[in-house]
């Protein structure tokens, strides 16, 4: 059975939802340019977080990745994926109804997102790239800072230096090590980078930084 939650966000980071549930009318999930077979990446950070099955994860702007689909199989049972699209969240229900249970999704901006209970981990692929403003970036990090635990991880994936300009028709906010450690503050302690290069399916590459941080305050 899905359990399924919704909120409605007063302001949007970033783009909101039409534009949102428009890219993912347009293409299936296999044909958008950040699609993965497999998120790799994310599941080796995941396990170098240390992070057990039975504590809470939370996928923010995870559309229709895959994420979520690999946790399940490698037995994690508290699982939540936030997107501002309610197309991209109805890509994950019909994929994965026999897994139901240890998932649920929130049709919410995420600066507007608050949960009953915190998070002991924080992904986010490609979402955060696109919060060009201060007050964006200021928004994001304050449920950030409302939704993980006190000594929770963060998995925090954008767009490298080389990494694109724009990406579905909005531009983008590049990042490297120094400048993703600035923007995430004091209260996160960098443990480890890595850098992708993301094979998109019509065979270009974007460049990819990947963070783990602990929440130090």
């Not at 057990?52 to 559309?63: E, K, L, N, T, Y």
């Not at 979520?68 to 994929?95: K, M, P």
């Not at 928004?139 to 579905?168: E, K, M, R, W």
Request: charged share 20%; net charge negative; glycine share 12%.
């Amino acid at each position: 059975m899905w359990n399924n939650g919704s909120m409605d966000g007063r302001a949007h980071l970033g783009a909101g939802p039409e534009h949102w549930n428009g890219v993912h009318e347009r293409r299936p999930p296999d044909q958008l340019t950040w699609y993965q077979p497999s998120p790799r990446q994310s599941l080796e950070l995941i396990e170098l977080a240390g992070v057990q099955p039975s504590q809470r994860i939370v996928d923010v702007g995870g559309g229709s990745s895959r994420l979520c689909d690999e946790l399940i199989v490698a037995g994690y049972q508290d699982l939540t994926v936030v997107d501002v699209s309610a197309v991209a969240l109805d890509h994950v229900r019909a994929r994965g109804a026999r897994t139901a249970d240890s998932l649920t999704l929130i049709e919410s901006d995420i600066g507007e997102f608050r949960s009953t209970n915190r998070f002991d981990l924080w992904h986010d692929r490609a979402v955060f790239h696109f919060l060009i403003g201060e007050d964006e970036r200021q928004g994001y990090l304050d449920s950030l800072a409302a939704n993980l635990t006190h000594h929770g991880h963060v998995v925090l994936a954008t767009f490298g230096l080389q990494g694109p300009d724009t990406c579905s028709g909005l531009p983008v906010r590049k990042y490297g090590p120094d400048g993703l450690e600035v923007a995430l503050g004091d209260r996160f302690e960098p443990l480890t980078f890595r850098e992708d290069a993301h094979t998109t399916p019509t065979g270009g590459t974007q460049h990819f930084l990947y963070g783990l941080f602990r929440r130090i305050g």
